[in-house]
């Protein structure tokens, strides 16, 4: 901490700026003298005011008055400045001014509000649709399903059935749910995909990816096994044959429907068996708010197998459907809702065959890969990814439900021994 004595011309105010541990001594020194503001007198003679303990002691731990009345944190993006929440660390800072899960480029306008009341009686209308067709829906998988095993393939009759339902329900969802309108390119490379086993890898945007893809490919996905039990979900995914898994560390391990070993080996053995549909991997491992490829993980890539890349083309003007930190996921949907329309372009690249230096290194192709859909998807490539991703959630930053601030949340509540919820301490 370094004292800085120099005076305002005709105000005499101090200014103290730190800058090393090693000078906070002689600072503190300077302080126990007795010289901790210079105030200038009339003829320009410097009068020092008394150090109280409690400003020595400030000092002391590495904090100056100036430094408790500093302005906050800003965060300039596209020629607006955002402050950030006091008390971040230079991590922090850091994490949040390079981060793609947060958007500040969709806020809530006029125009964005004035939506969002001319649709909500329609929005009702739709809400009471889905809840009412649900049942059946249900209903045709529970009766669909029945004798089904988990971890085994489905009768080619059943399978037969199922396909239609699938793309059916999807679009009813897509359409009248979320007021999604798609089209779908590169159709022509579907059929190269069975008949190598691809395995699907697309870029994770939103929680609408998995609905449109299903509505296109009905593929199975990766499900820990104690989703089978999961009313309605559980239903669905037996049905359209996911592959249960065993956690580490979980209870799963008692569940006798799932599936033991390395996960990734699962995986592969699965999608390379010709009785099953194709299997859907997001080797990004979560969405976020931009337009970016995060790293891809090397778990779909690790045995050297072809690959189906997918590009997921939301276009918006007012609003982002991109999934990344936000406050209130329930209003996100009902801004989704209030478009007028959300356009998806669904783009299917031909198969991607590895080469021999990438099929001996498995992060040499994920990342050969993801530089292949970038520059398809005209998407910047960043550095940030799961590890990031959980730093942000940890440190509970995120953007507010209007789109316009970055706030930090309050850390959530603890249950203590008897089970009573306490409030978690924040970390000083």
């Not at 990734?264 to 080797?283: C, G, K, Q, V, W």
């Not at 994920?366 to 990031?388: C, D, I, P, Q, S």
Request: with cysteine.
């Amino acid at each position: 901490m370094t004292l800085s004595a120099s005076l305002s011309p005709g105000r005499g105010n101090a200014v103290y700026q730190p800058d090393s541990p090693a000078s906070t001594s002689m600072a503190v020194d300077a302080f126990a003298n007795g010289v901790l503001h210079s105030d200038s007198g009339a003829h320009g003679q410097s009068h020092k005011r008394p150090v109280t303990r409690s400003q020595t002691q400030g000092l002391a731990n590495g904090h100056t008055d100036l430094e408790q009345h500093a302005q906050p944190r800003v965060l300039v993006h596209n020629g607006r400045s955002f402050p950030l929440p006091p008390g971040l660390t230079d991590e922090q800072y850091q994490l949040i001014r390079e981060s793609p899960f947060l958007d500040l480029d969709s806020p809530m306008t006029a125009y964005e509000w004035f939506k969002l009341v001319l649709f909500m009686p329609y929005l009702l209308i739709r809400i009471c649709l889905i809840i009412l067709l649900m049942p059946p829906c249900w209903l045709f998988g529970w009766v669909i399903t029945r004798g089904a095993q988990p971890n085994q393939p489905l009768p080619v009759w059943r399978e037969n059935i199922i396909r239609p339902f699938a793309r059916f329900w999807a679009l009813i969802l897509l359409w009248l749910g979320m007021n999604f309108y798609f089209s779908v390119k590169g159709q022509e490379n579907i059929p190269e995909a069975r008949k190598e086993k691809a395995m699907i890898t697309i870029n994770h945007a939103s929680y609408v990816d998995a609905l449109a893809l299903g509505q296109v490919f009905v593929p199975c996905g990766l499900a820990k096994s104690s989703v089978i039990n999961v009313p309605f979900f559980g239903t669905f995914a037996v049905m359209l044959q996911f592959l249960f898994v065993e956690r580490r560390n979980s209870a799963d391990k008692h569940h006798n429907k799932s599936q033991k070993g390395s996960v990734t080996a699962l995986i592969h053995e699965r999608n390379a068996d010709s009785r099953y549909p194709l299997f859907l991997m997001m080797p990004e491992g979560t969405t976020k708010g931009s337009n970016t490829l995060l790293p891809f993980s090397s778990g779909a890539f690790a045995f050297g197998r072809p690959v189906l890349p997918v590009l997921m083309h939301y276009r918006s003007k007012h609003f982002n459907v991109g999934w990344g930190a936000i406050q209130s996921i329930a209003f996100h949907i009902l801004r989704m809702q209030a478009q007028f329309i959300n356009h998806l372009t669904i783009e299917i690249l031909p198969v991607y065959y590895p080469s021999p230096e990438e099929q001996k290194d498995a992060r040499l192709y994920a990342e050969n890969v993801r530089r292949y859909m970038a520059e398809k998807l005209g998407a910047k490539l960043t550095t940030h990814g799961m590890k990031e991703h959980s730093e942000l959630k940890k440190a509970r930053v995120c953007v507010d439900w209007t789109g316009k601030r970055i706030i930090q949340l309050p850390p959530k509540a603890a249950k203590g021994g008897n089970g009573k919820t306490v409030s978690a301490k924040k970390n000083e």
